[in-house]
């Protein structure tokens, strides 16, 4: 495609819904730019190869932070799709909607019409969520989302752990009561990866006036205050494609500040820095860049019922041919089926702690952290008060951007995550653990001390892998927003971002049912439509809050 009505710059989480809703009814026509490839094989549709292709540059941009200086000078990957699907062709699976005080607070924030019960009435439309609370799920959407099998015992000695040590229970996490511990949901249908590939973008290409555009976005193509196009560089060749209507990019929290700095929309003088005539000065550009860390806190167990067995490469190979064959067994989950959101202390009104648990001690790169079978919680804390930026190398669109998260940053983000230490290894004391329970793999019974703990998290803290918020959303006269609540880039006409860039902070768990929300609702303001009626459903929050964590 050369022309389209519309022109989405990514088939990421949000892109692909945006797609499958513009393009309902035949009357308009999208293209979709995508540089990465398909997404067919093995290691992104086998739900259990997790681990693979986000660390595979056919898949990957390879992003990575500077030096990170409260993390000793660290490196952190900062992975992100490259391949139709976006991040939700290579991303963990797990589903999480949020809670529905960070909606309220995105309104709060600016983000007018952007509260839980206007965002709610999405979530449903894009749901098809097997076993979720009658309600406040949705059953016929085309994003498939259902629970683990859990027939590893662990899973429910996790859950009654919780319980034991006093915390709340929850059968759906997604409806209207979000704190304790309960099952896991995933975005796996049928033994497959449901990504936004698979449930939005292939019924949207099927309609023949969505055409996907092959190629690498340089920059948007702004005439007189409007953008007209998007310039796009596929085999060396630089073409426009052009946008009758709008042009809405979606691009990753990463990719989509890169991109409107490289088209003149962003901090003056930083632009002109790098020699970039300036089209719109929005100092928000790039700035309050979030992210979700986590410590993965891992026991021996003394029974060997964990996946540890199921490592080697004959168990790889049968695994690998049942998948291949049925779409059966251990290759059709991703093996999160246990999660827990609670609240870190007395005062805190809803969640700020997330738990994965899943039944091996292993890293996300698919590494054995021992020789052993094992089991371990992924926690941290969800919403740490530092910030860092997404900024431009050079004007060379092929050049990496420089990412700084500033983790750890803020003192509460080291307090915050002793707490989850401490929490974790009295969640595993429990009694419900005590036919599994071995010695302490990570961080290990001599690790004490607040200042042990510290030096803990200074080494092994990782990035869950959820950056946002670099487009943030807010009102039109708010200096450092970038859109506003209808996704409009402020300053220049017949262009948008919708991806988790423009979420103003962070939400309570994994990001892409969020950004697929996002997707949903901005497809209604660019078509002017009016949005979806708001719920009045009310979620439930501990009546305890004010004086305990449980």
């Known amino acids: ?50 681990s ?13 932070t500077e030096p990170e200086p409260h993390l000793g ?11 139709l699907g976006g991040s939700s062709s290579v991303n963990g699976m797990v589903y999480v909607r949020g809670h529905a005080r960070d909606f309220d607070h995105w309104a709060e924030q600016g983000a007018t019409g952007w509260s839980f019960a206007d965002v709610l009435p999405y979530f449903r439309r894009m749901e098809n ?22 027939q590893n015992p662990l899973y429910a ?54 055409g996907l555009v092959k190629g690498f976005a340089r920059r948007v193509v702004i005439e007189n205050g409007r953008a007209v196009g998007v310039e796009v560089e596929t085999r060396g060749r630089v073409r426009v494609v052009r946008a009758r209507r709008e042009v809405i990019v979606a691009a990753s929290s990463i990719n989509s500040p890169k991109l409107l700095m490289l088209s003149g929309i962003g901090p003056a003088a930083h632009l002109k820095e790098h020699g970039i005539e300036v089209v719109a000065d929005r100092p928000g550009v790039g700035q309050n ?48 089926e246990a999660a827990a959101f609670v609240r870190s202390r007395a005062g805190v009104d809803y969640p700020d702690i997330q738990y994965h648990f899943i039944p091996v001690a292993i890293r996300y790169d698919g590494k054995a952290a021992a020789k052993a ?28 951007p420089v990412i700084r998260f500033n983790y750890m940053s803020h003192p509460d983000d080291w307090a915050d995550f002793r707490h989850c230490i401490r929490l974790t290894r009295e969640i595993f004391g429990q009694p419900a653990f005590d036919l599994y329970r071995g010695r302490e793999i990570s961080p290990g019974t001599d690790v004490e001390t607040d ?85 009045n459903l009310e979620p439930w929050i501990n009546p305890n809050w004010r004086e305990s964590d449980r």
């Not at 693979?52 to 990575?64: A, I, K, L, Q, T």
């Not at 000078?73 to 391949?83: F, S």
């Not at 229970?169 to 979000?178: L, S, V």
């Open 451 to 535: 200042a042990q703990l510290d030096d803990f998290i200074r080494a092994h803290a990782e990035s869950a892998y959820h950056p946002c918020g670099t487009c943030r959303m807010g009102g039109r006269d708010d200096r450092e927003a970038v859109v506003d609540p209808e996704c409009r880039v402020i300053g220049v006409e017949g262009l948008r971002v919708a991806d988790s860039s423009i979420f103003p902070r962070i939400t309570n768990g994994n990001l892409n049912a969020p950004s697929i929300m996002t997707g949903e609702k901005a497809a209604d303001h660019i078509l002017g439509r009016k949005p979806l009626t708001p719920s």
């Open 1 to 50: 495609m050369t022309e389209a009505d519309f022109v989405i710059v990514g088939s990421g989480s949000a892109g692909s819904a945006m797609a499958y809703r513009l393009s309902e009814g035949g009357k308009n026509t999208v293209a979709v730019i995508e540089y990465g490839g398909t997404d067919y094989g093995p290691f992104i549709q086998m739900p259990a190869a997790l």
């Open 129 to 150: 969520a097997a076993g979720g609370e009658e309600g406040w799920r949705g059953t016929d959407g085309p994003l498939h989302v259902r629970r683990g099998p859990q």
């Open 157 to 210: 000695a996790f859950v009654e752990a919780g319980r034991q040590a006093g915390f709340q229970t929850t059968r759906d996490y997604n409806g209207a009561k979000q704190e304790g511990f309960g099952p896991m949901e995933q975005t796996i249908h049928n033994g497959r990866r449901w990504s936004v590939a698979n449930a939005y973008l292939r019924p949207a290409l099927r309609r023949g006036n969505v």
């Open 52 to 64: 693979y292709p986000m660390n595979m540059r056919r898949y990957d941009w390879r992003f990575v």
């Open 373 to 400: 079978h094992g089991f371990q919680a992924h926690v941290g804390p969800m919403r740490s008060k530092s910030r860092g930026a997404v900024t431009l190398r050079s004007a060379d669109p092929w050049e990496r």
């Open 73 to 83: 000078g660290r490196v952190l990957a900062t992975p992100r799709g490259k391949v």
């Open 289 to 336: 860049l979030q992210d979700h860390m986590e410590l993965y806190i891992q026991q021996e167990s003394l029974q060997p019922i964990t996946l540890y067995s199921k490592l080697g490469l004959f168990w790889k190979a049968r695994i690998g041919a049942e998948w291949l064959f049925f779409k059966t067994g251990l290759g059709a989950s991703n093996h999160f």
